[in-house]
């Protein structure tokens, strides 16, 4: 059988002149969702950036393979190309182009890359408003320019409105559910079941129980340090909602 796993085995990873991710493993399956969580300044963003392939992040040991190929020899449009998504914690503003625009030219960037045919124009925006629908996002969201002038909730769903459109083979979430009220984390939470089904493999990465009280994870990994220190079910996340990060670790 074919192995279409993410699979993240003893990596350890230095930004500037320190190590922050210190031989760290875990494999993400098909359809898959997984939960990292831990406190601040513990490595979990470093982690996405570093899967990603952001030029400030150095690999220093360890493998990264999507499906059986090695993501470390690519750059960060490669890595998108595989398959790998990242949904940015902050993402960044680019004045004076389109949201519409900017998410075809994405779209059929991938499609060029699975050789699909590319959409038209009319294509595309059809295929866009019913995305849009499904995120509860008004038309004419789609004529702002991308990230210019967004509120956080609008940024967080433009990022699940890309995700929608691409279905990235493994979509790294870094704290989506940050600057959401209630009503959109339901949103962005039935997308994200939605593209686990369609055998997305999702990290989902947070520091609050919140919207796992719409997604139930397959797995919660606790990192401190720079290294997974614990792992479990849906239970863990809940009993750290109770508890402490080092009571948790040591209990």
Known sequence: MANNNLEIKNLSVKTGDRTIINDLSLTLTPGSIHVLMGPNGCGKSTLSLALAGHPNHTIEAGT??????????????ERSLSGLMLAWQNPVGIPGIKI????????????AAKKL????????????????????????FA???????????????????????????????DEIDSGL?????????????????????????????RLLDYVTPDQVHIILNG????????QLAKDLELSSYE???NG
């Not at 290294?227 to 849906?234: R, T, W």
């Open 64 to 77: 990264v393979t999507l499906a059986g190929k090695s993501l470390l020899n690519q750059d960060a449009t």
């Open 100 to 111: 519409s625009h900017f998410l075809r030219l994405v779209v059929n960037s991938h499609r």
């Open 117 to 140: 045919p590319q959409y038209s124009v009319t294509e595309f925006l059809q295929l866009l408003r019913a995305k849009m629908q499904s995120l509860d996002m008004k038309p004419t």
């Open 143 to 173: 004529t702002k320019n991308v990230n210019d002038d967004l509120s956080g909730g609008e940024k967080k769903r433009l990022e699940m409105l890309m995700a929608s459109l691409i279905e990235p083979r493994f979509l790294l979430l």
């Open 181 to 209: 009220d209630i009503d959109a984390i339901k949103v962005v939470a039935k997308q994200i079941k939605q593209l686990a089904k369609n055998g997305t493999g999702i990290l989902l990465i947070t520091h609050y129980h």
């Open 227 to 234: 290294k997974i220190v614990k792992e479990g079910d849906a």
């Open 247 to 249: 009571q948790i670790t």
